[in-house]
């Protein structure tokens, strides 16, 4: 069993910044591509970020390009996904993903594992 920890998320004004992070098992940050997902009430998942097994590739979502940046650390096992200029439709709950191929982690059903996932919400 993959345990994927979240930790970072919470209340934050509008133009603000949080910092997320997802902690895992060595074995998934030495094999697994890692992203994040959001989901807001009422919506379907939707990518935020993606990072490739070595950090070198990265792909975003549309909607947060430019505010967002993803960076992994493989020697702590840990993934982040930095947040800056937070506007009120960033409000969601964000989950850490790991997927065995980059180029599919866009795709939901894709993602191998899955964290619980940490709310955040931007108050306007």
């Known amino acids: 069993q993959v345990t994927l920890v979240e930790s970072g998320g919470g209340l934050v004004q509008r133009g603000g910044s949080l910092r997320l992070s997802c902690a895992g098992p060595?074995?998934?940050?030495?094999?697994?591509?890692m992203a994040w997902f959001r989901q807001a009430p009422g919506k379907e998942r939707e990518l935020v970020a993606g990072?490739?097994?070595?950090?070198?590739?990265?792909v975003y979502g549309d909607s947060v390009k430019g505010r967002i940046t993803i960076s992994r650390d493989n020697t702590k096992n840990t993934v982040y996904l930095q947040m800056n200029n937070l506007k009120p439709k960033d409000t969601a709950v964000y989950h850490c993903?790991?997927?065995?191929?980059?180029?599919?982690?866009?795709?939901?059903?894709?993602?191998?594992?899955w964290g619980q996932g940490s709310q955040i919400t931007v108050s306007s």
């Open positions: 990072a490739a097994r070595s950090g070198d590739m990265t």
């Open positions: 060595g074995r998934i940050f030495a094999n697994y591509a």
């Open positions: 993903t790991a997927d065995m191929n980059f180029e599919r982690l866009p795709v939901v059903e894709s993602n191998d594992y």
